[in-house]
């Protein structure tokens, strides 16, 4: 029995300046849907039955309001994967908001709208009273936990991991089309396409060797993979997160050593010295209130993302990333005095010979 699966919405292809090296490309590639580490996750669920998709009903020629709200033993069971996820020890962390607009994620349980999730930062080109995540059917039931523990994968920034070009699987494409374009999925050709069919490029894969037992791979039956042979039987995923998926969200977003970022002290610039993927973090507490511009300097591509702390808890203030591009990094923001901010800055790689460094002023 085919079970239902993830489809990711569609989203256009990353468009870089030409001429960029491999090493560069491959490391915006490998980052650019990744949060700054120390990022707190805002979730909401929709409740409101205000809250609805207007859809055609087949045959019928009008139309029907299909509510985002779910029930409340729908929403602790998605609490209870994100403290899945959080008691890994990862250094971004989740809370709840009542809020929609003070939410990154925002989640609904629009029945028969499928499950997906926007992938990583994609959430924050979301309209703000949209959802970024829907679970489509009752995942309350038995199998199920492993879908929203695969659909907050996403939000984490995860890739599918049956498309990982390391897999090597050859699909009876055909086959693949007709399983999922029938029941529970009804799934078009392009759809397929997009979520399992196509290879990802090696710089969005979550690493160089393929994990069959991702809790991002689908599980598939048998006659859909013609090689390697072992998976002619199916794909059968544990529905938890394995232990290269563990290594992986770890390696993006380790947990927070005891000492405190160091202080960014307003024009005097803090050298960076960071390997590609790495990231350092600065804590700014300004003698006076005005505005304020917080920018990096050197070749490099990096994301620099501003948070004001309230109540000891960061909140977002300004971001830029400026991957891929001839400028540096740069937001400009209002500090007042009195208050704490935190300055997160992540390389994605360096081109030139000199140094990289942050300053505020």
């Known amino acids: 029995m085919t079970r239902r699966l993830c489809s990711l919405p569609r989203r256009p292809a990353p468009c870089f300046a030409p001429g960029l090296t491999a090493e560069r490309l491959g490391a915006l590639l490998a980052g650019r849907r990744m949060w700054v580490n120390g990022t707190v996750l805002h979730y909401y669920f929709h409740t409101d039955g205000r809250d609805a998709s207007v859809i055609p009903v087949p045959g019928a ?37 009542g809020d929609r607009h003070e939410a990154e994620l925002r989640i609904g349980f629009q029945s028969g709208g499928g499950s997906w999730s926007a992938v990583g930062r994609e959430a924050l080109s979301v309209g703000r009273g949209e959802r970024t995540m829907n679970l489509g059917w009752d995942v309350t039931g038995p199998g ?17 991991e049956h498309q990982s070009p390391y897999a090597g699987l050859h699909w009876d494409d055909e ?26 490029d090696a710089g969005e894969a979550s ?17 859909l993979v ?16 394995s232990p290269a998926d563990k290594e992986f969200v770890l390696r ?3 947990p927070a050593g005891p000492a405190g970022p160091a202080a960014l002290v307003p024009f005097r610039s803090a050298p960076l010295g960071l390997g590609p993927g790495e990231q350092a973090d600065f804590g700014v507490e300004p003698s006076e209130t005005r505005d304020y511009t917080v920018g990096t300097f050197g070749d490099a591509d990096t994301v620099l993302v501003v948070f004001e702390e309230r ?9 830029h990333d400026d991957g891929g591009g001839s400028d540096n990094a740069a937001v400009r923001v209002r500090f007042v005095r009195g208050r704490r901010y935190v300055v997160r800055v992540r390389l994605y790689s360096t081109w030139g010979s000199g140094e990289t460094a942050v300053m505020c002023w």
């Open 61 to 97: 020629g009008e139309l029907r309001r299909v509510p985002w709200a779910g029930s409340e033993e729908q929403r602790e069971a998605v609490r209870d994967c994100l403290r899945e996820w959080q008691e890994l020890g990862i250094g971004v962390t989740f809370a709840e908001v």
């Open 311 to 319: 109540d000891g808890v960061p909140r977002f203030l300004a971001g």
């Open 175 to 200: 086959a693949v089309y007709a399983e999922l374009a029938g029941p529970p999925n009804h799934w078009s050709r392009e759809t397929t396409d997009a979520n399992v069919l196509r290879t990802l």
């Open 252 to 254: 993006w977003y380790p």
């Open 207 to 223: 690493g160089s060797v393929w994990d069959p037992q991702s809790v991002m791979t689908f599980p598939f039956g048998p006659g």
């Open 226 to 241: 013609l090689e390697p042979e072992q998976y002619r039987g199916g794909l059968r995923p544990s529905g938890a997160p």
């Open 144 to 160: 199920e936990r492993g879908t929203i523990l695969h659909v907050i994968g996403h939000a984490l920034g995860m890739a599918h």
